[in-house]
């Protein structure tokens, strides 16, 4: 009698446990809602980051260009300046990137 107890205690405690581990449709499509708004936020911060790319290069394109063209007294000042600017616009997006990817995280934590 103890052995049918027992086997009917952990039979009962498995079929518990069974149905609370499984997702409902519900469940899932909520899931794979949050999983597809995070990757859409991941794929904008790629997208701020490679903006921030180009633009930066094309400042650092012209300081160069400037530095080859004629010189004046105020060329290479003015160059070190454009190309501090493609620092700070690199900069700026990795943060706002980083900022972003980091919510995706967050988002996808949540779930």
């Known amino acids: 009698m103890k052995t049918t107890s027992i086997v009917a205690l952990l039979g009962a405690s498995a079929l518990a446990f069974a149905f609370t581990s499984c997702d409902s449709a519900q469940e899932n499509a909520r899931e794979d809602a949050?999983?597809?708004k995070a990757d859409m936020k991941e794929d904008q911060a790629d997208a701020v980051r490679n903006n921030a790319e180009k633009k930066a290069d094309m400042m650092e394109n012209k300081a160069?260009?400037?530095?080859?063209?004629?010189?004046?007294?105020?060329?290479?000042?003015?160059?070190?300046?454009?190309?501090?600017?493609?620092?700070?616009?690199?900069?700026?997006?990795?943060?706002?990137?980083?900022?972003?990817?980091?919510?995706?995280?967050?988002?996808?934590?949540?779930?």
């Open 34 to 36: 949050i999983e597809t």
């Open 64 to 111: 160069d260009a400037m530095r080859d063209g004629p010189t004046s007294d105020g060329t290479e000042a003015a160059a070190d300046a454009k190309e501090n600017a493609a620092d700070r616009v690199r900069n700026a997006a990795e943060n706002k990137a980083d900022a972003m990817e980091n919510n995706a995280d967050k988002m996808r934590e949540a779930k």
